[in-house]
């Protein structure tokens, strides 16, 4: 489900999403404001279309990635924890971006179900 579907499904009255789809519009504005000098400075070298092609690889990996809020905590936390805990016998990956390497998902002493 897109954005603009998302607010016309959750935003109460025209006058208020309209005002939550200006806020969005302004935010990806700003983002835009910021990565403009950077996308000049490291793609002096490519043709607009490049640039575009670029950009929207980036997108499309965005997209495609487990951003869920329990993903972004379960990567946090094995940025600053032992991974697998100790107690942990059973792992539950049902709506995560697995690895290319199944192997990376072998922990001793633990079950991994990726149904």
């Known amino acids: 489900m897109d954005m603009a579907e998302l607010i016309r499904l959750r935003v109460p009255g025209l006058r208020l999403r309209r005002g939550v789809e200006r806020q969005f519009g302004e935010m990806a504005d700003a983002v835009f404001d910021r990565l403009a000098p950077f996308l000049d400075r490291e793609f002096a070298g490519l043709t607009e279309s ?3 092609a670029v950009v929207n690889g ?4 965005f ?3 487990d951003l869920s809020d329990e993903a972004i905590l379960v990567t946090a ?15 539950t990956l049902q709506k995560c971006v697995l690895p ?3 192997s990376a998902l072998n922990f001793p002493g633990v079950e991994v179900d990726i149904s």
């Open 63 to 65: 997209a495609a990635a």
């Open 77 to 91: 936390w094995m940025a600053l924890a032992p991974f697998p805990p100790p107690a942990l016998t059973r792992l």
């Open 50 to 52: 490049g640039r575009e």
């Open 58 to 61: 980036v997108c499309d990996t």
């Open 100 to 102: 290319d390497d199944p």
